[in-house]
């Protein structure tokens, strides 16, 4: 299986630290230190125009939630908002599983809001035509897996592999992106895995209902998460939280308001807690890398 590359980045996460302003104001009767502003990423989005596409609804409803101006900073790449959380650059990231481990791990971030997604999961295929049954008949197979570290088309479908038995050198990953469909069907790997919406999406686009079928489903992945700039102040901290709570309805209807997020049209906040992604870090153990979460 190949390496992750977070490695390369870990010499940007040395960053000084600035000193925001901060102003007073009061919450529940209590004094709250709060920024002048907070700087927003998305771990998965790259380029202001894309940001401003997708998370404006979701920006405006924020600022008129937390009384606070909201600006965007986007980031390269999911690594490249550990550094942005340090430099205090970023105050805000809302990740996936995955990134979340890198940033509690490289940057201290703090677990803020959990979204959940309803209905997600890994989902592995085979050629409807095969004779592979089950999970087990992939030992000594190819499999396309989607990117290294997608939390669905990766990590968590290796979890399915190793939960049935199977150990990381008992078959081969590829990494080819949402061109797993296109390979399975030309024989070149023996399975594809990916995220349940993404194998209905590319097999409905592909009219080829018939010419696969899915060999084996994930449990509910862990959810995606707002995690926070661990220098903020602990009560400004508690006092964004309750705001998104006690404001989700409308938070959640301005994030899933825009094509690329529908995604979240049945989503909800919940509590979030570093332990609840505890069984991600065992999979990045199983395969090796537990070194990326450390």
């Keep these: 299986m190949k390496r992750r590359h977070f490695l390369a980045y870990s010499l940007l ?3 000084g630290c600035s000193s925001p302003k901060l102003t007073e104001a009061t919450a529940g009767g209590a004094s709250v230190r709060r920024p002048e502003k907070l700087r927003l990423a998305v771990t998965d989005v790259q380029g202001l125009a894309t940001l401003e596409a997708d998370y404006g609804p979701f920006r405006q409803a924020l600022e008129e939630t937390l009384e606070l101006p909201i600006e965007f900073f986007p980031v390269e790449n999911y690594v490249a908002a550990g550094p942005a959380l340090l430099s205090a650059e970023v105050d805000l990231v809302f990740s996936g599983p995955s990134e979340y481990l890198i ?5 201290g971030a703090e677990p803020i809001i959990g979204v959940t997604r309803p209905d997600y999961y890994s989902t592995i295929a085979v050629r409807a035509d095969g004779e592979i049954q089950s ?3 992939l030992k000594g197979k190819a ?3 989607l990117t290294e570290g997608s939390t669905a088309g990766h990590i968590w479908a290796t979890k399915l592999l190793l939960d049935a ?3 990381v050198e008992d078959f081969e990953t590829t990494m080819l992106g949402d061109d797993g469909i296109n390979a399975l069907l030309a024989g070149e790997v023996d399975a594809w895995a990916t995220s349940n919406s993404r194998y209905a999406k590319f097999v409905e686009a592909a009219g080829v209902a018939d010419q696969v079928r899915i060999l084996a489903e994930g449990e509910s ?4 998460i707002f995690v926070a700039r661990s220098a903020l102040a602990p009560s400004f901290i508690q006092d964004l939280q309750k705001r998104m709570v ?3 309805t409308k938070l959640l209807e301005a994030i899933a308001s825009t094509p690329n997020n529908s995604k979240y049209q049945q989503s909800s906040f919940i509590s ?3 332990d609840q992604y505890d069984a991600l870090r065992a999979v990045y153990r199983a395969i090796g890398q537990g070194a990326v979460i450390q």
Excluded: E, S, V
Aim: hydrophobic share 50%.
């Design 221 to 224: 992945l862990p959810n995606d």
């Design 135 to 137: 999970l087990t008949d």
């Design 143 to 145: 499999i396309a897996m």
């Design 13 to 15: 996460f040395a960053a």
């Design 103 to 107: 940033l509690r791990a490289r940057a």
């Design 165 to 167: 038995g199977l150990k």
């Design 246 to 248: 006690d404001n989700q």
């Design 272 to 274: 979030a807690a570093d």
